[in-house]
């Protein structure tokens, strides 16, 4: 793990540099993203059925968004991410979550159709609008009901920008851009704003 995959011109080994580095204190810092999620998720389950679903998250990182399904009752859940050490800490955690190396651009190990929810939580803000076309492409091909990103929407603090200003991300494009690149994929799209900074993105095949 080079200091050097920082300033690679290949943004997934950037990536996997910056998220196996913070893997440890991500981990520890969980529980108040969950805190943070809670009403996100009841938001979610107003709008969607999610009784019984089958999840796959990705971009699942140390489990936390993964987490607030099981918490909420359900137990048919998978999760995939790229960075080793991310799962590292998320498989110590989550016992009960079926956690695999994946990369979101790519889930050929999972069938058409073969997961009632595919999300996804702050993944999505990071990458260019290509590599976005192609999570949404696979994530929307596998998901039999809802594709559920959660995710920036409107203002974002200054400490965050600042995060995001480091990660190189694209979550100034993402936020604008974002609820129109999920039209060609859904039936329905919804963008709904949850409080200060964040909010959910629904696709409804
Ligand atoms: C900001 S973290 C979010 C983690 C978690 N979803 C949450 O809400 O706490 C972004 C995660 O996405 C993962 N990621 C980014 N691009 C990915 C890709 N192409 N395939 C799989 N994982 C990816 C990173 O490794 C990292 O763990």
Redesign the pocket.
Known sequence: MSIFNYFSSNP?VR??YI?NLIAPY?GRVDHV?QGK?QKTFEILKDKCAIEGASVL?????????AAMYEKHGLSDIQA????PK?LFESQKKYPNIKFSI????ELSEFPDQSMDIVT????LH??TSE?RAK?LSEMSRVARKYVII?DFIGKTPAFVRFLEFMEKSDYKHFKLHFEQEMQPYFNKSERIFVEYGTGLYIGHK
């Open positions: 997934d990536a996997k998220f991500y993203l999620y998250d990705v971009g699942t990182g140390t489990g936390a968004w995939v991410d790229f960075a991310m994946g990369n979101a651009e996804a939580s702050y993944v990071g990458v590599k999570m959660n």
